[in-house]
């Protein structure tokens, strides 16, 4: 069983890493071929959406080590991401358990979500501090507040897979964080996917799988 779930990790990366489109720029000089004002200012139009490579601590697919997991330290894991678009002006992160369903069953339950991550960034250090808004102005949030919160799949199942999406976004993203809003987390997930939809430039992806040792 454990097995056939990292092999779905994978399946799930490799898809989803596919379902990019290439980004392919016009020669020097040039504007493709339907290219509105607006995208070739990187603005509202959308253009290709560029692969990006996110790396975790362990391999694609693999299992999470138990430090970053709630049977552990719950510790945030330092992520490494590389071959940008040029038009990044902020970065999203979205980790999430697709094999876990919340709501009406329609959604899957968040674990981190980052976003107004500056563009100069290429990494997240280890143990982030929990807190709406970060010193550089990133925000998070997760099912349990404004924190990184590990996997936790129950030692009774089978291994969860927990999806890492990083995203490039040509613009930064209005949308606060909990706090006097009032707003809950799944509307504020909702509000910053919303508020992407027409700005991703880049995505990458990686997975893990996670099931809490027997005791």
């Known amino acids: 069983m ?12 490799f898809v989803a890493v596919a379902l990019l489109p290439a980004q392919t720029p016009p020669p020097a000089g040039a504007t493709a071929v339907g290219q509105t004002a607006g995208q070739r200012a990187g603005g509202r139009g959308r253009g290709g959406v560029q692969v990006m490579t996110l790396t975790a601590p362990w391999a694609p697919g693999a299992e999470i080590p138990l430090k970053y997991t709630q049977a552990g330290g719950d510790v945030s894991p330092a992520l490494f991401w590389d071959n940008v678009p040029e038009t990044v002006v902020s970065f999203a992160l979205i980790v999430h358990d697709v094999s876990a369903a919340a709501g009406q069953g329609t959604d899957d339950v968040l674990h981190w979500m980052v976003w107004n991550i500056p563009a100069a960034v ?16 990133s925000r998070q949030i997760s099912v349990t507040g404004p924190t990184y919160r590990g996997p936790g799949a129950p030692a009774s199942g089978p ?12 613009s930064m993203i209005d949308v606060p964080a909990l706090g006097p809003t ?34």
Not at 2 to 13: D, E, F, S, W
Not at 159 to 170: I, K, N, R, S, T
């Open 182 to 215: 009032g707003a809950t987390v799944p509307q504020t997930r909702a509000a910053v996917m919303a508020a992407m939809a027409t700005h991703v430039r880049g995505k990458a992806v990686t997975a893990g799988v996670f099931r809490r040792p027997v005791s």
């Open 2 to 13: 454990r097995t056939a779930r990292i092999t779905l990790a994978l399946m799930l990366v």
């Open 159 to 170: 291994p969860h897979v927990y999806l890492f999406e990083l995203f490039a976004l040509d």
């Open 122 to 137: 290429r990494s997240l250090a280890e143990g982030l501090s929990q807190g709406s808004q970060m010193v550089d102005g």
